[in-house]
């Protein structure tokens, strides 16, 4: 039995997926809404930081030793391209492929300033559209990450988040390790 919050909830819900019209993407009601949220927050927190960064600054050492800042981007875009890429196979019901002539990590950083943000910036776009569509048994299907890892689409947003978060501290660029949520910190 639903409580009156939880029908004004429902019910307000409703009434903006209404408004928004029949393109708005939302996530599944059985989603892990808290984990997507601090996969997102996570995001943003990243993007703060990366968009802090001069051009120069992006191709300096970051807290991680023998990695560029540009290192940290690409393989945070290219977990975020990766995880998207698993969730499209999943909601087409075709097996895990993936592009022969996927880039390599030293092309990604040898990027421009500009493509590597975009690059960050399109992959998390990519990454949020894909949870979006996951109807709601799909949040609990098999799914193989392109590194064989063997998951359900439910795990991904917090192995996001955990990533995203610290990701922000090792590019070294004023991200404090205090600003990681407590539940992320150990991973």
């Not at 990766?82 to 196979?89: K, R, W």
């Not at 890892?149 to 917090?158: G, K, M, S």
Request: net charge negative; hydrophobic share 40%.
């Amino acid at each position: 039995m639903s409580t009156p919050d939880q029908d004004n909830l429902a019910g307000a819900r409703a009434a903006l997926r209404a408004r928004q019209g029949a393109g708005a993407r939302y996530d599944a009601d059985t989603a892990p809404v808290d984990d997507l949220l601090m996969a997102r927050r996570g995001t943003a927190y990243f993007a703060r930081q990366l968009m802090g960064l001069s051009d120069k600054a992006l191709y300096e050492p970051s807290a991680i030793v023998g990695q560029t800042r540009a290192h940290i981007v690409a393989r945070i875009s290219y977990e975020a391209r990766h995880h998207a890429l698993a969730l499209e196979s999943l909601t087409q019901g075709n097996a895990l492929e993936l592009p022969e002539d996927l880039p390599s990590l030293d092309l990604a950083i040898s990027l421009p300033a500009r493509a590597l943000r975009n690059l960050f910036q399109h992959s998390e776009v990519h990454l949020n559209i894909c949870w979006r569509d996951l109807t709601e048994s799909q949040w609990d299907m098999p799914l193989t990450l392109p590194n064989g890892e063997r998951v359900t689409p439910r795990d991904l947003p917090l192995m996001r988040a955990k990533s995203i978060w610290h990701g922000a501290v090792a590019l070294g660029s004023g991200a404090r390790v205090s600003d990681i949520p407590r539940q992320l910190m150990d991973g």
